[in-house]
């Protein structure tokens, strides 16, 4: 049972000098949420680390059971908020699955835009708040300029800035206005100038480099048997992507864009630069995605016409289950949703990707400094909203 | 490879209690007895046509008649995936008090499985043996009892704090006298919360109306109350 | 300082107590003039700095930092955070030893503090001329170690231990290659006493232009002196994302104050050092301060510390910080041998009487 030896934590050493407990968290500025880490610490270095979590535990499964399908949806988004809109869409599909209808072609390329938005402005603070851990404060600002006009854009139609409850089974809620995807196409074009600019400030920092290349280094095989996924998988080499290989929505079968992998630039491969850097290829990457989108969005209903008639009672799906995983920006949501015939599900279950992602830090933190472990921390990229929901 | 081949692979593969293909539901899946998990997740992730190497999802979930552990398995290699099921059937009067299923536990096969079957064992009350750590991931740790299951009993009061809609509040408490239970219990299967009274329709000074759910306002198609809410 | 004793001599000659003349009256009186004055312009000067400091970080992150407190770009906002730390609860964590907790911010400030005494801000405006001047200031910066450890141990906590063990390190380490840089400049000079490092800027021009080491020895010990001040990038006593506050998470109020005076004073201690020793003190290239009334030269030297302060704060917010095993290492493997080079280079430049600029 080779894999258990992963939890041992090395006592075995002669001299066995004095070690320290330490609690990173609850309340820490670098852990991103309410997220505590047990230490065990030998000076600065960490012998053995315990991730507790449920912080935010806030009973969304159970609520589930209680709520209609359509109710649920603004749940969904609270479970990871920075990517709102790939939550929804994760939970929509399912529930499309289970009734077997499809949304119209408008509502599906409007999805795509939608998420992929999401996923930079997601990036954009994945990228600001891994500086603020490292110490440089600045480029969080620069990071956050981006993400307000990316919030304005999603502001209108949606009407809300963070937690949309836009995507929805059947379609989306409400249609785009004439100009918006003018808009978006200029959004793409300031983006890419100011991508350049997060590169100079940040990315190509000697320092920067020094505090993460060869640190917290994740294998592919160890990545794997955690059900790691999303960037942290990628960074590690292997070059898995739902929206490529398994394209949840079929608009992503028909776009041209690449998947960046880590290649081990600045020391070995799947260490926390190589992460960071895959979040940031990616961001340019859902440009592409957005700009190719913008101009085959073709004209129709944007919400599934069975479905609004359906919508005036709650929808009741037969009994039945279905379970669907999506490529959210920090790695696979799956939804599993039992119906057993009534309004709401038996049982509605989150896979939330920063959960796995989370579980191998309990690996990856022994052996390395305090400055380190935030580093390792940060390049996970976790919410605890999805990690506990 | 669909799920019927990989079935047909699993079932010739040596592997004893693999049950058939069920296909009733979207995702087909075998039902796979308690015993035999481990060593068919063993050999569907080592067997080279198969190479079903990552866990995505384990699920525990409750029905009237058996609880189901839902082991969901996706291969990267080939992109395929598999879903297995291990049944527990219900005892004769087993609550969510009493009875605590068993299930072999296949943290050693998959390390991903290590920290969804203690969110499992925490909220559904399913034991894995052979766990490594099998204890509380997020509930705190001296919390009684599994919240997901259907007859589980709210709390009424949790370290010293009430939990009842209409409970004391903590200001308004005398500390000489500890607070009176209150004797409401939420019974299994009582709903959650009062479901929203339906909007009375009234006046807007705009001079509008506003709209029960299920009305169509007023010279508005079957497309623009669709965004309404439900 | 000695015109000053001479002033109050003679003010009680004017008053009918000529014989005091000789005594320690005089003198205290003197003293106490300088140090009212000091303290007053480094509670000035923090309150300036702090402003400073954030209307930089504002602007280099595309904001406006303080724009309301006082109506013009918030200029009352540090006053208005001083009322407010005088008003905040003395919190003192349980288990803290009461009275190390209480001493460490009042010696850690007056180790910084003392260093003020020996920097000549204009010919002959000096509180203490010190003969070892520069060894002084040197040499009294340490002792805010102590304070720091003394802070970090007393908090009863392990954030603070940590922070302070960190300092620790990083301050003493930084201390040797900084002393070695300085070593360039008095090599050059020949002498220790502040003053006569601007006497003879006055006649040769800025010492940085002097030797092609000069500029190396300004830059190390620039950097040294980051280091020594704990400022970014090597702010890991204090590093926020990782240890909340370093050694001092558990202060709060007028206490917390102290330790963020401390850290601006040893900002200003530092640019003056380089200031008066690499750039030319209060002496200006081709214009005569030294007959000129003093304010001129104070305000040259001014100018030119801020210029520093400036570039101290630009490269905080610019930069990440540095882990403390790379701090470690870039002091003694990188940092210490340049100096050394600097030194014997220099040595080996005024030994042979070479020029390499026409100055």
Redesign the interface.
């Known amino acids: 049972m080779e894999a258990l030896e992963l939890y041992a934590v090395d006592d075995s050493r002669e001299v066995y000098t004095e070690e320290?407990k330490?609690n990173l968290g609850p309340q820490?500025?670098?852990t991103h949420g309410v997220l505590r880490v047990e230490l065990k610490m030998d000076g600065?270095i960490i012998t053995g680390a315990r991730a507790d979590i449920g912080y935010l535990h806030r009973c969304a499964e159970k609520i589930g059971e209680n709520v209609s399908y359509l109710q649920f949806t603004p749940y969904t988004d609270r479970m990871d908020y920075l990517a709102a809109c790939n939550n929804e869409l994760a939970w929509s599909l399912t529930v499309e699955k289970l009734l077997g209808v499809e949304a119209p072609e408008r509502a599906q390329w409007l999805r795509v835009i939608v998420c992929e938005l999401n996923r930079i402005a997601s990036h954009l603070i994945a990228f600001g708040t891994y500086?603020?851990?490292?110490?440089?404060?600045?480029p969080?600002?620069?990071a956050f300029?981006e993400r307000e006009l990316i919030l304005a854009l999603l502001e209108r139609p949606s009407g809300q800035r963070m937690l949309y409850n836009y995507v929805r089974p059947g379609g989306v809620a409400h249609d785009i206005d004439e100009t918006w995807l003018d808009d978006v196409l200029r959004f793409c074009d300031h983006f890419e100038k100011m991508w350049a600019e997060y590169n100079t400030l940040?990315t190509h920092?000697r320092?920067?480099i020094?505090?993460t290349a060869n640190i917290g280094v994740l294998p592919k095989e160890v990545a794997i048997a955690f059900g790691v996924t999303g960037p942290s998988l990628r960074a590690s080499g292997v070059r898995w992507d739902l929206r490529r290989d398994v394209p949840y929505l079929w608009p992503y079968g028909e776009l041209e864009f690449d998947v960046p992998v880590g290649e081990g630039t600045h020391g070995t491969l799947g260490d926390c630069w190589d992460r960071y850097w895959v979040r940031m290829r990616e961001m340019m990457e859902s440009i592409r995605i957005i700009r190719q989108a913008c101009r085959r969005v073709p004209s129709g209903d944007f919400m599934d016409k069975n479905l609004i008639k359906i919508y005036k009672s709650p929808i009741k799906p037969g009994p039945g289950e279905a379970y669907l995983r999506t490529e959210n920006p920090r790695g696979e949501l799956g939804f599993y949703i039992v119906a057993a015939g009534g309004t709401s599900p038996l049982r509605c279950r989150a896979r939330g990707p920063s959960f796995c992602n989370l579980s191998v830090l309990e690996t990856l933190l022994p052996g390395c400094?305090?400055?380190?472990g935030?580093a390792i921390i940060g390049s996970l990229d976790i919410v605890l909203g999805e990690v506990d929901r | 490879m669909d799920e019927a081949a990989l079935h047909a692979r699993l079932a010739a593969s040596g592997v004893p209690g693999i049950g058939a293909l069920d296909r009733s539901v979207k995702d087909p899946f075998v039902v796979v007895e308690p015993t035999s998990i481990v060593p068919a997740l063993t050999w569907l992730r080592d067997d080279p046509a198969c190479r079903l190497e990552m866990l995505h999802n384990l699920t525990a979930v409750e029905r009237p008649e058996a609880i189901e552990v839902v082991y969901h398995v996706c291969s990267l290699a080939h992109h395929h995936a598999l879903v297995l099921k291990v049944r527990c059937p219900r005892p004769e009067g087993g609550t969510h008090e009493t009875w605590l299923p068993e299930v072999p536990s296949v943290a050693g096969v998959h390390p991903a499985a290590n920290w969804h079957e203690r969110e499992q064992w925490d909220l559904l009350g399913v034991r894995f043996t052979g766990h490594p750590d099998l204890r509380r991931i997020l509930l705190p740790e001296e919390w009684i009892g599994h919240p997901l299951r259907k007859d589980y009993v709210y709390p009424t009061e949790h370290g010293g704090i009430p939990l009842e809609l209409d409970a004391v509040p903590l200001y308004e408490r005398d500390p000489a006298s500890p607070p009176p239970p209150s004797g409401r219990v939420r019974k299994a299967g009582e709903p959650l919360f009062q479901p929203p009274a339906p909007f009375s329709s009234r006046p807007l000074a705009s001079g509008g109306r506003t709209v029960e759910p299920g009305e169509a306002p007023a010279g508005g198609d079957g497309a623009g109350a669709g965004g309404g809410e439900h | 300082m000695e015109s000053l004793i001479g002033l109050f001599e003679k003010l009680l000659g004017d008053l009918g107590h000529a014989d005091l003349a000789g005594t320690a009256l005089p003198l205290a009186g003197a003293y106490a003039v300088c140090i009212g004055t000091l303290l007053g312009f480094i509670t000035v000067y923090a309150m300036f700095a702090i402003w400073m400091e954030r209307k930089v970080?504002a602007h280099?992150?595309?904001?406006y930092g303080p724009m309301e407190t006082g109506g013009w770009h918030g200029w009352a906002q540090s006053v208005a955070d001083a009322l407010k730390l005088l008003f905040k609860e003395d919190i003192i964590p349980s288990g803290a030893n009461k009275v190390m907790f209480w001493i460490a911010p009042a010696i850690v400030f007056c180790g910084v503090f003392a260093g003020f005494v020996a920097i000549p801000f204009a010919m002959g405006v000096q509180i203490a001329d010190v003969n070892l001047g520069l060894f002084f200031i040197i040499a009294i910066a340490s002792v805010e170690v102590v304070g720091v450890i003394m802070a970090g141990w007393a908090s009863n906590s392990?954030?603070s231990l940590?922070g302070a063990v960190r300092e620790a390190a990083q301050v003493v380490s930084y201390e040797v290659p900084a002393a070695v840089a300085l070593l360039v400049p008095v090599l050059v000079v020949g002498s220790l006493r502040l003053g006569d490092f601007n006497a003879w800027q006055e006649q040769h021009g800025w010492l940085i232009l002097h030797n092609p080491f000069a500029p190396v020895a300004a830059l190390i010990y620039f950097i040294a002196s980051l280091a020594g001040c704990k400022r970014?990038?090597f702010?890991?006593p204090e590093?926020?994302?990782?240890l909340?506050s370093g050694f001092h998470t558990e202060y709060s109020g007028m206490r917390f104050s102290f330790f963020f005076l401390e850290e601006y004073a040893s900002m200003f201690v530092s640019s003056a050092l380089v200031s008066t020793l690499f750039l030319g003190g209060w002496t200006l290239p081709f214009v005569n301060v030294s007959h000129m009334p003093p304010p001129v030269g104070a305000v040259v030297l001014l100018v030119k510390i801020f210029a520093m302060i400036f570039v101290q704060m630009w490269l905080r917010?610019?930069?990440?910080?540095?882990?403390?095993?790379?701090v470690m290492s870039m002091g003694y493997k990188y940092l210490l041998p340049w100096a050394f080079a600097a030194v014997v280079g220099t040595a080996i430049f005024e030994t042979l009487g070479w020029r390499w600029l026409p100055l």
């Open positions: 320290l330490l820490h500025p670098s600065e500086g603020i851990d490292m110490g440089a404060n600045t969080f600002f620069y300029r940040l920092n320092i920067f020094g505090r400094m305090i400055a380190d935030v | 970080a280099m992150q595309i904001r392990k954030y940590f970014a990038p702010d890991l590093a926020e994302s990782e909340v917010w610019t930069l990440p910080r540095l882990r403390v095993d790379q």
